[in-house]
């Protein structure tokens, strides 16, 4: 013969050996991997900002959110960074469900046309009152709750 025997198969000089079914799987998985990569950076750089249109949207959303207990909407309102968003609210959102809290309103300060700061308020399972405040930030147009104190 005039070839040479290389991985169980007959080679020729010159000629380009066939890639092996490994070499194909490989190449496969690498292609996934990159497109699945691709897709995830895609997904991440086009999420919307956090935040609404308008002060009274935010108060109406967040009182909504916090009624209903609504985590995924939550996440949507609060100066919060986004890799860390989902678990903040959910965290906050079973500390109100676990005290059973209800009827929760939210009245903004100074006033309802520039906020800088929010009073959330409504009632636990017992039946006592609860409030306190949250800071009020407008973000490139877009407006959200941020949980850490107002300043004055």
Known sequence: ????VRSGRLA??????IPTRRTATVAAAIAVAIVWVSVITVLIAHQPDPGVGSPGQLREDLATALNQHDVEA???????PPASADDF????????AGRGAHDVTVTFAPDDVS????TVSGKLADGRTFGYPVAVAVKDELWMVSFTPPLP
């Open 1 to 4: 013969m005039a070839g040479r």
């Open 12 to 17: 020729h000089e010159g000629v380009i050996d």
């Open 74 to 80: 939550l996440s949507e309102l609060i100066d919060y």
């Open 89 to 96: 609210a959910k965290s906050y959102i079973d500390a109100l």
């Open 115 to 118: 906020p800088t700061s929010a």
